[in-house]
């Protein structure tokens, strides 16, 4: 309908027939379930480097993969993930604590000392044991300061006996502190034998955090989608495109969770790749496996199909970052930040395989060419050592038994096509559905997958050789037309990797009639 013109005069007017540009959805963000010392509770928290990792969520916990895994993805390229931390399991959940001995016998525990508040607010209280003051003061007794952040408990005259006229330790302190309580270890020691030594001491959070990590179940690690919990509460991040659970893992090395839930788990984590169409799991293989149990697991325990899946085998060894010997952590994190430094370096269509892990010492067991050949076929991406060019990723193949999405780099490039044109093409949504709609989305789509093929993620001499678009009456007919349907049809030849190269070499007569 044209504008009403009612009096003499210049008009203006705007026309929008350009073309709406295609922009290419971003492919290297990963989301990562796990056990951390703070921060919030099982939610999807954006984290952008590993400074804001430690600074939301703490540093390393012993016993949990997490920390390790996102330090392992941003160190191999990884620029921004989403952690969920799971409600238990970490030393920021406890109660930090402190064991004091005597002081007449120093291999004996007498008093411990445990914070009322669990987490940081705990981790940060010290305590001092003090002899009382005065010359003729009595020897079984002894002063308690109890210092925290901007408060300072003082307990005088205390002593481990008991009766109406002593001071006895764990009653006035369990009774009148607001910041720990205490509990007196038995032994045979008499009372003033058991003061412990004088001196100051911070309570620190228990190192161990396989207790906690029993009460974790498949469930809370596989969450509602509704309540933002879990793997499902990443529904809420359209830019994810990578699932990672590390501390499945942790779990598993406990007992915590048996391999039917750690089944469970990585079933989830595939169905809800599946369900979401842009985004990809990274499975972890159970530790301690050699070749032929990882054959095994594969085939006859785990048993998945899936084009949106892959697994690496076997685990890593990195540098302990509390010190001391090196430790294994499942490879999910790590294989990550090779996704995303890959999409970077040379785009999602080139297979993160034959890329070097950056971070990594060596690997739980070392894989053979012959042992590859048994593993590589049934789907297995294995991590190998090869002299002079350091640990490398040696396997680009997803779960899928399907010969068509066989590798990782075109199931995912499918994933930035499709993710891309969705996110390039709502604004076709409730415009008249004719024939100039239907050549406007075959210019704009045909634009963008120009631009995919001359980045080399295309197979072909020209465009046309390389993708097709159909968008006209034929598969638009009048019958889907009158239920408020506009059908594209969209054909890509991807580029498959070079996964086998082969030379032919023979001998040559110099001279002979088949020199060319």
Sequence with gaps: MSPEYLSPGVYMEEIDKGSKPIEGAGTACAAFVGFAEKGPLNQPTFIPNFTEFVNVFGGFV???????????????GGGRC?????????????????????????SIETLTATALAAGPAGAGIYIEIAKPSGVEAPKDQFTLYVRGTGVEET?????????????????????????????????????????????KYPLIAAESASVALVSVSSEVIIGKAADRTGISGFEIADDVTMVCVPDLMALYQTGAISMDGVKGVQLAMIAHCEKMKDRFAILDCPPGLNPQQMKEWRLNQAGYDTKYGAVYYPWIKIANPRGGESILVPPSGYMAGIYARSDTERGVHKAPANEVMRGVMSLEMQITKSEQDILNPIGINCIRAFPGRGIRVWGARTLSSDASWRYINVRRLFNFVEKSIEMGTQWIVFEPNDADLWARIRRDINAFLTNVWRSGALFGASPAEAFYVKCDAENNPQSTRDLGQVIIEIGMAPVKPAEFVIFRISQWASGSDTAE
């Design 62 to 76: 012993k016993g949990g993969f997490l920390a390790s895994s996102v330090y392992g993805y941003f160190l191999n």
């Design 82 to 106: 989403y952690v969920t931390r799971l409600p238990a399991g970490a030393s920021g959940d406890v109660n930090a604590e402190v064991t004091l001995k005597s002081e007449t016998a120093p």
């Design 155 to 199: 307990f005088e005259k205390l002593s481990f006996s008991k009766g109406k006229s002593t001071r006895n330790v764990a009653e006035i302190v369990n009774k009148e502190s607001k910041l720990i309580k205490v509990a007196i270890k038995e032994s045979d020691l008499s009372f003033a034998e058991r003061i412990p030594t004088p001196g």
